[in-house]
Every structure is written in C-alpha cells, then in structure tokens.
C-alpha cells in the first residue's frame, strides 16, 4: 500500500502570509496526486489535481507542483476561509491512500 | 449542480449490517466512477471502496474486504456501501465521492456509530 506522509501537522500562519504543505509518496506516483480542504463539519473540497492543476471555482492563490514522490501545496497569501485541515491523495495505485492532513491554524 | 446526499447511518451493535445509500443529481450518474470514503470522529480521511461506472469493477480497501459491498443502481442514480460483520473501529462519517482518479464532488456524509 502507498503511504503518504504529510508535513508538516500543524502550521501556524499569519493572515496574508505564505503556507507551503509538504507531500511524500513512499513510491512515485507520477503527477497522479490531488489535494483536497477540508473545513469542521464539513465534506473535503477538492483543491488540485494532477498535481498541478486547481479544480474549478479554486482562487488562484492555491498552487500545487512536484510529481514522483514530493508534492508542494502553496497557498500564497492566507486569507481567513483559508484556515482548514489540507490532505493529499493519491491515485496512482489501488487502494488510494490519503495522507494524515496538515491543519493549518491562524498564528 | 452536482449532489450527492448520503443516508442510511445510524447507531448498530457489533456484528450486525447496515446499508448505505448515496442518491446523485445534477449529472450523469452512469458515466462516473464512485466512491465511499470515510472519517472516525477527529480522525483523517480512509478510502473505502470504489466501484467503476458500470459496476464492472470494484476495489476494496483492506480493512473492509469481505465485509463491506460496493453496488449501484445507475436506474435510480443511486450508489451504495453494504456492510456487514461491523467493528467498532467501523465508527466513521461515511461520504461518497465521484471520479476515478481524483475526487471531484462529495457528499456531506452520514454517520455510523458501532456500539453496543
């Protein structure tokens, strides 16, 4: 099974400020990676997928890079609806395997 | 729009079954691959089960296999997850998504609670 491991847990960050959430795959995945928010009470939201690509009706501070086995999601300038849990997902490989999520908290 | 409205949760004892039901709307139902995925309470995100538009496929996560059943009805656009011989550790939301590859819609989920 494709572990993928998350970083960091928590990151503290300041509205209007850079988050950058970190993504491994035990194994190369290719760019068959999505990264989903997810919000208390809430379904996930799909952000990215194909590493790279944002899903429709995503704002363009939401940017996502790598393939292989590291990911990056980047989130250029915090803005308050931004505070969430993110996970990363593969699909390369059956079974799909998300990661453990990153919370990201206001600073 | 795209929905997708899960239910049949609900408290059940261990060992017993239960089925879920997920009705979608607002697209073509027979064309896409479907999903459960599920979450215990303050816990992360664990794929369950998917099966292919058609139903000619279905995968299983490993901690389901033998017990749970992915089916379909694209008549009735409806998706669902049987389950049977229930854990406690089968304690989750429960929500189905759809695509094959990556998750493009949800629903908001239904919770099951197993406990005696």
């Known amino acids: 099974e494709m572990v993928m491991t998350q970083s960091p847990v928590t990151l503290s960050v300041s509205p209007g400020e850079r988050a950058t959430l970190s993504c491994r795959a035990s194994?190369?995945?290719?760019?068959?990676l999505a990264w989903y928010q997810q919000k208390p009470g809430q379904a996930p939201r799909l952000l990215i997928y194909g590493a790279s690509t944002r899903a429709t009706g995503i704002p363009a501070r939401f940017s996502g890079s790598g393939s292989g086995t590291e990911f990056t999601l980047t989130i250029s300038s915090l803005q308050s609806e931004d505070f969430a849990i993110y996970y990363c997902?593969?699909?390369?490989?059956?079974?799909?395997?998300f990661g453990q999520g990153t919370k990201v908290e206001i600073k | 729009q795209v929905q997708l409205v899960e239910s049949g949760g609900g408290v059940v004892q261990p060992g017993r079954s239960l089925r879920l039901s997920c009705a979608a709307s607002?697209?073509?139902?027979?064309?896409?691959?479907m999903h459960w995925v599920r979450q215990a309470p303050g816990k992360g995100l664990e794929w369950v089960a998917v099966?292919?538009?058609?139903?000619?496929?279905?995968y299983y996560a490993d901690s389901v296999k033998g017990r749970f059943t992915i089916s379909r009805d694209n008549s009735k656009n409806t998706l669902y997850l049987q389950m049977s011989s229930l854990r406690a550790e089968d304690t989750a939301v429960y929500f189905c998504?759809?695509?094959?590859?990556?998750?493009?819609?949800w629903g908001q989920g239904t919770l099951v609670i197993v406990s005696s």
């Open positions: 607002g697209f073509t139902f027979s064309s896409f691959a």
């Open positions: 997902q593969q699909y390369n490989n059956w079974p799909r395997t």
């Open positions: 194994q190369s995945v290719s760019s068959n």
């Open positions: 998504a759809r695509g094959l590859g990556e998750l493009q819609n």
């Open positions: 099966t292919w538009y058609d139903g000619s496929n279905k």
